[in-house]
Nanobody, 114 residues
Framework: QVQLVESGGGVVQAGGALRLSCAAS????????MGWYRQASGKHRELVAV??????NYGDSVKGRFTISRDSSKNTVDLQMNSLKPEDRAVYYC?????????WGSGTQVTVSS
């Protein structure tokens, strides 16, 4: 089974930065798509960033501010978040997709104060 554990969330002032990390255990294939999603209170879950091989994709609201990276040797995927805005407040979830199956972490809270 795949286990995903997020860390790095917290409270930060607008304009600040946080780095989230997702530690994956289990059998993670090289072709797996790994990414970050978020869900704000009362809103739908949305894409933040995904990475697959050399390709990355970012949600429109975070382009130019967030960077996703993956360390295959450690089975981790990180999200560097810069220039944070109050609207970035949400629970951030790590996701792995492979072989037609999704696995999710339990999430980490990010709060941005103005």
């Amino acid at each position: 089974q795949v286990q995903l554990v997020e860390s790095g969330g917290g409270v930060v002032q607008a304009g600040g930065a946080l780095r989230l990390s997702c530690a994956a255990s289990g059998n993670i294939f090289r072709l797996a798509v790994m990414g970050w999603y978020r869900q704000a209170s009362g809103k739908h879950r949305e894409l933040v960033a995904v990475i697959s091989g050399d390709k990355t994709n970012y949600g429109d609201s975070v382009k130019g501010r967030f960077t996703i990276s993956r360390d295959s040797s450690k089975n981790t995927v990180d999200l560097q978040m810069n220039s944070l805005k109050p609207e970035d407040r949400a629970v951030y979830y790590c996701r792995v997709t492979q072989r037609g199956k999704d696995d999710w972490g339990s999430g980490t809270q990010v709060t941005v104060s103005s």
